[in-house]
Nanobody, 124 residues
């Protein structure tokens, strides 16, 4: 399993922007070897997938964030990002980064490694 660390959460107003980051706790763990994703969860609700990022760079998004969020990975920085634009109150949640060992070109829907989460709060 991979130890992941998220950062970049905070409080913004509706329409604002945040960029979340996810890195491996160990510098010897290279994230380009993993399928990765961002999830979010609000109290009392199931964790939901926001965006998936495969090893070959394929991305998928939930309908709730499509067109507003963008996931990317910078291998030189060993970091996965989630750019969040046009934020809405309903985007308020704890955001988690996840990773799963996978074959290059494949996509996955379950993840074995999770970060501790970073809180995003959007107010009107």
């Amino acid at each position: 399993q991979v130890q992941l660390v998220e950062s970049g959460g905070g409080s913004v107003q509706t329409g604002g922007t945040l960029r979340l980051s996810c890195t491996a706790r160990s510098s010897s763990t290279r994230l380009f070897g993993y399928c990765m994703a961002w999830f979010r969860q609000t109290p009392g609700q199931k964790r939901e997938a926001v965006a998936h990022f495969s090893r070959d760079g394929k991305t998928t998004y939930s309908d709730a964030v499509k067109g507003r969020f963008a996931v990317s990975r910078v291998n030189a920085e060993n970091t996965l990002y989630l750019q969040m634009d046009s934020l809405k109150v309903e985007d308020t949640a704890m955001y988690y980064c996840a990773a799963q060992a996978c074959v290059y070109g494949d996509t996955v829907s379950t993840y074995a490694s999770w970060g501790q989460g970073t809180q995003v709060t959007v107010s009107s």
